[in-house]
């Protein structure tokens, strides 16, 4: 299973970007899918994560507080993907991010959890 992340790129302080991204290869089921953003010097954090539509019952969702009310994240397990629609940009929202999904690729492999190669978010003041 491979992640591609798409949509980085700069932007200006309030602008919106949207990153989308798509898990490819084998996979049975989603537990869940989300994104992490990592700057310089500092270890990686969570930004959002959503389990919506990838279980049956449980649609958790969860945003580092710093994004609540600015981000969106979805998710589509039709299509394997997940995507962060960010609004009103700030610029301590720059970094690289990360889309991180938990897995399983079959029914008896058991679940892991994979990391797309990052995509760089750069909101410019």
């Known amino acids: 299973v491979q992640l591609q992340a798409s949509g980085g790129g700069l932007v200006q302080v309030g602008g919106s970007q949207r990153l989308s991204c798509v898990a490819s290869?084998?996979?049975?089921?989603?537990?869940?899918m989300g994104w992490y953003r990592q700057v310089p010097g500092n270890q990686r954090e969570l930004v959002a994560l959503?389990?919506?539509?990838?279980?049956?019952?449980?649609?958790?969702?969860n945003y580092t507080d710093s994004v609540k009310g600015r981000f969106t994240i979805t998710g589509s397990f039709l299509a394997k993907a997940v995507y962060l629609q960010m609004d009103r940009l700030m610029p301590e929202d720059s970094g690289t991010y990360f889309c991180?999904?938990?897995?399983?690729?079959?029914?008896?492999?058991?679940?892991?959890?994979?990391w797309g190669p990052g995509t760089l978010v750069t909101v410019s003041s």
């Open positions: 991180t999904a938990e897995l399983w690729e079959r029914e008896d492999s058991g679940k892991r959890t994979y």
């Open positions: 290869g084998r996979v049975f089921a989603i537990n869940y």
């Open positions: 959503t389990k919506y539509d990838f279980t049956p019952t449980d649609k958790f969702t």
